[in-house]
């Protein structure tokens, strides 16, 4: 319901706490949107702020603005977040930024208006794998399903019925750049982009999203399309949008920037199939590069100017390192600190849920006097017990409390759910589904208190597989486990300490250069060369959370025989037509295929 508050300056004494689109609006000025919640973020049982910063806004006159778009004020800017690419701090101009993003509606406009046939708007040299390509052969590369100029998704040189108002995807960044010449526009900066997309309150480069701070136990998928699901309408979430009033700049569909970043140039936002926190990230992809899962917007200048606005080449990280483990005495020693007390489990089913696939049971178990965790076990519908396990341990968007964990489970593994193997998987503490304590604060990875911390998240971890062997129904001489990117943390020490896997499965993981200073107990680079059972790694090219040379080849490295690297192309996200057939071959040769 729409209201009329008042006339600005304008001091709201009370109201119910709840989540607002505030519009303001002036005579001779465009209208500006933004969110607002009175609802405190919580963390740790307190509150991050108290009251919603005041809202002062700079409304564009009416004669500088264009349909469509959305004013973005200037100024100094530098990236947030301790991946930022770039130190360098930037003056901004004033500019527009596309309040949504590019709509297949919108680029059926520029096909039809012989957008692939005029070489006037294409800026850029054609360049694939080393090879310099003309305006004719570089067209070829630039086809519909059917042979048409268009999108690789299109159909006939349309996009799909019902889907006009999603946003287009499936377009390299040169069919962008030529988007944008089109309409007397420019691609981004990461500058500019993030300047239009991030929240100014900042907490760290993972919790701060367009409409603010994630609060502990806030779904963030409730205001930002990472839903594992595919694209939706540019206009829909609108509380989700940025500080300036753009839909989408988080999730939906990855958006190409300006900035060149090898192998090519820069994304930014994440796309609709990765987590939360791939929003903090730049990934860079080659310019020929196209995805269902990646799209874009445009943007405006104010002024004339010739600074680049940030549009600097960004650097590369071509860094391998080579890390050295302890002996195997050494190690000895390391694990006896993870040596526990294999007690009563009282272990009890305390919901059920049952669908035409599989069943889901919520499962609580103690894991040490006084101490108690909770689990989820999906069982599939239809075929023959005792059934394999997938042990899984999610990323970190459920890791941080960001997402439900049946909710990830449900995004990523249904195929393996309905392919007829169990998957298991604990809710640890700081899980959406089982919040930190008040008191708990994450201790320095540097210290002995890490150490206690880590020993209790395995320790865990290993109750619950002290769990699956009191049920009949499973088969727990086959277990896999399967940890995307953050789950790879703990599953690194987990599965070398562990003689009950018979499969593992790391995806989007690594070791980063940051991680070598972890404590001796929980570092890593000890551990790996310790897993005995067959391991494959997963790793998209382009991984903008965990780089392929500079994070995931070391780890490859220290991992003894029998191991496989399978790489794809993509970001840190494997697209489930990538993930499903490479995870259940490797199943299938490791632990034997599913009984029917």
């Known amino acids: 319901t729409r209201v009329r508050v008042g006339t600005t300056p304008l001091v709201i004494k009370?109201?119910?706490?709840?989540?607002?689109?505030?519009?303001?609006?002036?005579?001779?000025?465009?209208?500006?949107?933004?969110t607002v919640s009175t609802v405190p973020p919580m963390f740790r049982g307190s509150a991050l702020q108290d009251l919603p910063d005041p809202l002062n806004l700079h409304l564009l006159p009416t004669s500088k603005s264009v349909d469509g778009m959305v004013y973005v004020e200037g100024g100094e800017y530098r990236l947030e977040g301790w991946s930022r690419p770039s130190d360098r701090a930037v003056r901004l101009h004033d500019f527009l930024i596309d309040r949504y993003e590019v709509s297949n509606r919108d680029f059926e406009e520029f096909v039809r208006g012989g957008g692939y046939r005029r070489r006037e708007l294409w800026k850029h040299?054609?360049?694939v794998r080393?090879?310099?390509?003309?305006?004719?052969?570089?067209?070829?590369?630039?086809?519909?399903t059917t042979g048409l100029p268009g999108p690789r998704s299109w159909v006939g040189g349309a996009p799909v019925a019902g889907r006009e108002n999603h946003p287009v995807a499936d377009v390299s960044w040169y069919e962008a750049a030529a988007f944008a010449e089109f309409k007397g526009k420019k691609l981004p900066t990461i500058y500019q982009w993030e300047k239009a997309a991030r929240h100014p309150l900042s907490?760290?480069?993972t919790t701060t999203m367009p409409w603010g701070l994630i609060a502990e136990g806030m779904d963030a998928t409730d205001r930002a399309n990472f839903l594992g699901k595919g694209t939706l309408p540019v206009d829909s979430m609108p509380f989700g949008i940025s500080p300036y009033g753009a839909y989408h700049m988080a999730g939906n569909v990855a958006e190409w920037c300006r900035n060149e970043k090898e192998p090519g140039f820069a994304t930014r936002g994440g796309g609709w199939n990765d987590p939360v926190y791939?929003?903090?990230?730049?990934?860079?992809?080659?310019?020929?590069?196209?995805?269902?899962t990646l799209g874009f917007r445009c943007m405006k200048d104010l002024s004339i100017t010739a600074d680049d606005q940030g549009a600097f080449a960004l650097p590369a990280t071509d860094t391998s390192p080579v890390y050295q483990p302890v002996d195997d005495a050494a190690f000895a020693e390391i694990r006896k600190r993870y040596e526990y007390a294999h007690g009563p489990l009282n272990a009890r089913?305390?919901?059920?849920?049952n669908t035409a696939a599989w069943r889901r049971e919520k499962i609580e178990f103690t894991v040490a006097p006084g101490r108690k965790a909770l689990a989820y076990l999906y069982l599939p519908s239809g075929y023959q017990r005792p059934l394999q396990i997938i042990h899984f341990s999610p990323a970190g968007d459920v890791v941080n409390g960001w997402r439900p964990l049946p909710a990830s489970i449900e995004m990523t593994l249904p195929a393996f759910i309905r392919g007829g193997r169990a998957v298991f998987s604990v809710a640890m503490e700081g899980f959406f589904d089982r919040p930190a304590p008040p008191d708990f604060i994450d201790p320095d990875t540097r210290s002995p208190q890490f150490v206690d911390y880590v020993v209790t998240q395995v320790t865990e971890l290993r109750r619950g597989l002290d769990y699956l062997e009191t049920r009949k129904d499973l088969d727990t001489s086959r277990i896999a486990f399967i940890g995307p990117s953050a789950g790879s943390w703990a599953g690194v020490i987990?599965?070398?300490?562990?003689?009950?896997?018979?499969?593992?499965?790391?995806?989007?993981?690594?070791?980063?250069p940051e991680d070598v200073t972890d404590v001796l107990p929980t570092n890593r680079i000890h551990f790996a060369p310790r897993i005995a059972a067959p391991k494959l790694m997963m790793q998209g090219l382009?991984?903008?959370?965990?780089?392929?040379k500079s994070h995931a080849e070391p780890l490859y490295r220290l991992l003894r025989e029998p191991k496989r690297l399978f790489t794809y192309e993509g970001g840190h996200a494997p697209s489930t037509d990538v993930l499903v057939p490479t995870v259940t071959n490797w199943l299938d040769e490791t632990m034997g295929p599913v009984q029917h």
């Open 125 to 127: 040299p054609f360049v």
């Open 130 to 144: 080393g090879k310099t390509l003309s305006f004719e052969e570089a067209m070829t590369q630039f086809r519909d």
């Open 278 to 292: 791939i929003f903090g990230r730049t990934a860079g992809y080659p310019a020929i590069y196209a995805s269902p």
């Open 542 to 548: 382009y991984d903008e959370d965990s780089p392929l």
């Open 203 to 205: 907490r760290a480069v």
């Open 14 to 34: 009370e109201i119910a706490r709840a989540d607002y689109l505030v519009t303001v609006e002036k005579p001779g000025s465009v209208s500006a949107m933004r």
């Open 349 to 353: 089913v305390i919901e059920v849920v």
């Open 494 to 512: 987990l599965t070398a300490l562990e003689s009950r896997y018979r499969s593992v499965v790391f995806i989007g993981t690594g070791i980063a």
